[in-house]
């Protein structure tokens, strides 16, 4: 069986480079999600301060990002169960 050792030895120099570059890529990447998350945050938290609810801005942005006639199956979906537990 080859070890770890082995194979970082077998691997050539441009395919390490290249490994190294993506690597580099997806750490710059991350530090940019943890940057806009960040900054998203700070908007909820300005919008709180105008006394929108934060709760219902998340779901308004969950629900926009689906189209209209699966959020209107949904929606009937969410009525017909209410009616069913409800009555």
Same mark, same amino acid.
């Given at each position: 069986?080859?070890? +770890? /050792? !082995?194979?970082?030895?077998?691997?050539?120099?441009?395919?390490? /480079?290249?490994?190294?570059?993506?690597?580099?890529?997806?750490?710059?990447?991350?530090?940019?999600?943890?940057?806009?998350?960040? +900054?998203?945050?700070?908007?909820?938290?300005? %919008? #709180?301060?105008?006394?929108? +609810?934060?709760?219902?801005?998340? #779901?308004?942005?969950?629900?926009?990002?689906?189209?209209? %006639?699966?959020?209107?199956? !949904?929606?009937?979906?969410?009525?017909?169960?209410? +009616?069913?537990? /409800?009555?």
């Amino acid at each position: 069986m080859i070890t +770890d /050792e !082995q194979r970082a030895e077998s691997m050539g120099e441009t395919t390490r /480079e290249k490994l190294k570059q993506f690597i580099a890529r997806i750490e710059r990447l991350e530090a940019e999600k943890t940057e806009l998350a960040a +900054d998203i945050r700070e908007v909820y938290a300005e %919008s #709180k301060t105008f006394g929108f +609810d934060t709760k219902i801005l998340r #779901k308004t942005i969950a629900l926009r990002k689906i189209e209209a %006639s699966e959020r209107a199956e !949904q929606e009937a979906l969410v009525e017909l169960y209410l +009616d069913a537990v /409800e009555g």
